[in-house]
Structure formats: structure tokens, C-alpha cells
């Protein structure tokens, strides 16, 4: 084992004596001091095509780990296909107050309610644009709390951050941000994607814009993002963001915290909705599964259900910077036990 992924392994356990908040700003600082994992994955059979962009292999790093930009390429040396930083709002917000994020050991499980904390549009577009090295690498965007145009505040950080960024993701799905989700009710999803595509356009730079959903929906509302979605050619959806629900059997003492529930406990619910858009959608849009993935079975199950790509965030905190690379040297053996040649092959095999 090379020296950087010794200090990163160690660096992990001494992380979980801490409080997780406190862990999350060391994780960051360490990894931009150069001491996380730098793993090379070179598989052509893991490589795929999505929405314009090549990934070299289908795992990325999900929004909320790197939430200001610090350590982005940082990131893809520990193995992942792309990273997604933010969530970005226009002016910087210091978030919900302190505790806001817990971990739900017995259940392999993170409540948060962060709340969009971030520096800003001004500083993460500066460190965006100061990268001098190749890597896909997108952004999430937010809302500021207390904005008056919400919708507004996704352009402004369009326009921002056109020709830095591989990708956007319109984040409409965090349940700390109070009326949020609201804005993934037909009307006014049509009408904030409407703008975000124009911001898009006029920049010229054409990155892929990505939808990124709440797991606790209505049937009703994913009809409606269904057609919203294929109607205005999304590049693709994110299937999901955290929830507000809480299953019957949590058995961490943190289980009833307000907030949002990643980790294992969202991963059926996740993986099942990711399922459903799958077969309402086909391959009109692009699916990418988020929720719970903490294996490359996990990551396999999401593949199969749907998701060319696929994120994790919440099972690094347990499993440490070792886990991108092991899942990607386990994926290809399902596989060959599935007969497949290349990852795309897999994807919705199991779905319909």
C-alpha cells in the first residue's frame, strides 16, 4: 500500500472519534494537502458515454462532500469517474446552526441538515476557474434561503460558471432549504428549467444540465417530472437526494434528527424510484442513481435498475478513501457473470 493511502486509512478512523461536522472539515483540509488515495483506473469496460461527456468509468463523488470547490481533483485521484462540488448560491450562507449533521452508525446512516451552508458564488467560481488539470467535474446549484427570485438564483450561477464546469445539476430536492421542493411542482419546474436551459444556451458553452429529485414524491409529481424531463430534453436526472422519511427499524440513538437521511437506510428507496423513472422515461433521459451505494453490488443493483452513472458520498465517512477503487476493481466480475462486455450493456437490464 503506497505511503498517501496509508495516511488516508489512518486518517479515517482517527476522523470517527470526532464530531462529524468537525471530520468533514479535516477530510477536506487533508485531501488538499495532498493526503488522500491516488488510484488509476483504466478500464475501458467501466468507461461510458452520458449526455455529451465521456466518464472513464460510471462512480462518481456526490454534492455535499466538497461542498466549496477545495479539493476537486483531490477527488478524482481517489478513483472516482467525475466529482460534483457545491451546493453553490449566489451569496455566501453560513447554514443551519450547529449540530447539523449526524452520524447514524448502528445503520450505517447520516442525518444532516446542513441548510446550503457555502462560500459563495464569487470564491467557488474562482477556484473552478483556476483548475489547470483535466477530470470531469461538475457543479450543484442552490438557492439562497432568504432569496426573493429563487429561479434567478440558479441562472446567476449558470452564467457564472459557464465554459469552468462539465455539468450543472439543478438541485430543487435538499429538505433543509424550507420551500425547496416546492419548486419541483410542474408549473414551477417548466418554468425554472425554461431559464436555466436559456442561461445555458446564451452562455455557449452548452454543459449538460442535470435534475436532481427528492425520493419523497407523490405519483403525481413523477409524472409530472417525467414529461417535464423528456419534454425539454434534460441531459439527465438524479435519482435522489436525501429524505425526510425515517424507516420503521433506524436503530442509532441520532435516528429521529430533523433533516435529511442518507446512507444505507435510503438505498431501497432510492434504488426502487430509480427503477420507476426508468421504466416511465426508457432512455429518453439519462438516469443517475445516488442513494446508499456503499459496494460495487450496490453500485450494480443501481446500474441494472436504471443508472448509467452512479454516486456515493455517505459510505466513504464509514468505509474510508479506499472504497472508490475497490468498487471499481469489483465491478467487472458481475459483469462477466452477466455476460456483459462494457458497463452501458447493464444498464436497465433489470429494470423492466
Do not use: C, W
Request: glycine share 10%; net charge neutral; no cysteine.
Amino acid at each position: 500500500m503506497k505511503t498517501p493511502m496509508i495516511f488516508a486509512e489512518l486518517g479515517a478512523k482517527a476522523m470517527g472519534l470526532l464530531d462529524a461536522e468537525t471530520a468533514h472539515h479535516l477530510t477536506i483540509r487533508m485531501l488538499k494537502a495532498g493526503y488522500g488515495p491516488k488510484v488509476t483506473v483504466a478500464n475501458p469496460r467501466l468507461a461510458i458515454d452520458v449526455a455529451g461527456l465521456s466518464f472513464p468509468n460510471p462512480l462518481g463523488l456526490a454534492a455535499g462532500f466538497d461542498k466549496n470547490a477545495e479539493a476537486p481533483d483531490a477527488a478524482l485521484d481517489m478513483g472516482f469517474g467525475f466529482v460534483e462540488v457545491g451546493a453553490v448560491t449566489p451569496r455566501p450562507q453560513s447554514g443551519n446552526p450547529r449540530p447539523r449533521v449526524f452520524r447514524l452508525r448502528a445503520d450505517a446512516g447520516v442525518i444532516n441538515r446542513y441548510g446550503f451552508n457555502n462560500d459563495g458564488l464569487d470564491a467557488i467560481s474562482a477556484r473552478l476557474k483556476a483548475r489547470a488539470r483535466a477530470g470531469i467535474v461538475g457543479v450543484n446549484l442552490g438557492a439562497n434561503k432568504d432569496s426573493e427570485d429563487r429561479t434567478e438564483d440558479y441562472v446567476k450561477s449558470v452564467k457564472a460558471l459557464s465554459g469552468f464546469v462539465d455539468f450543472f445539476t439543478v438541485n430543487i430536492s435538499s429538505p433543509n432549504t424550507p420551500g425547496l421542493r416546492a419548486l419541483q411542482g410542474k408549473a414551477s419546474l417548466e418554468e425554472l428549467m425554461r431559464r436555466v436551459l436559456a442561461a445555458r444556451d446564451e452562455a455557449g458553452h452548452g454543459a449538460p444540465v442535470f435534475l436532481k429529485i427528492a425520493p419523497d414524491l407523490a405519483d403525481e409529481d413523477k409524472t409530472d417530472i417525467a414529461e417535464v424531463a423528456r419534454a425539454m430534453r434534460l441531459d439527465a436526472l438524479i435519482i435522489s437526494n436525501t429524505t425526510i422519511s425515517r424507516a420503521p427499524n433506524l436503530r442509532s440513538a441520532e435516528a429521529s434528527q430533523m433533516g435529511g437521511l442518507s446512507g444505507k437506510p435510503l438505498f431501497a428507496m432510492s434504488t426502487a424510484l430509480l427503477r420507476e423513472f426508468y421504466r416511465m422515461i426508457g432512455g429518453d433521459v439519462p438516469l443517475i442513481g445516488v442513494g446508499g451505494v456503499a459496494s460495487a453490488r450496490d453500485a450494480y443493483e443501481k446500474i441494472l435498475a436504471g443508472a448509467s452513472l452512479v454516486q456515493l458520498y455517505t459510505a466513504l465517512i464509514y468505509a474510508g478513501p479506499g472504497l472508490p477503487a475497490q468498487i471499481l476493481g469489483e465491478l467487472p466480475a458481475f459483469l462477466d457473470a452477466d455476460g456483459f462486455d462494457r458497463i452501458g450493456e447493464a444498464v436497465g437490464a433489470g429494470a423492466l
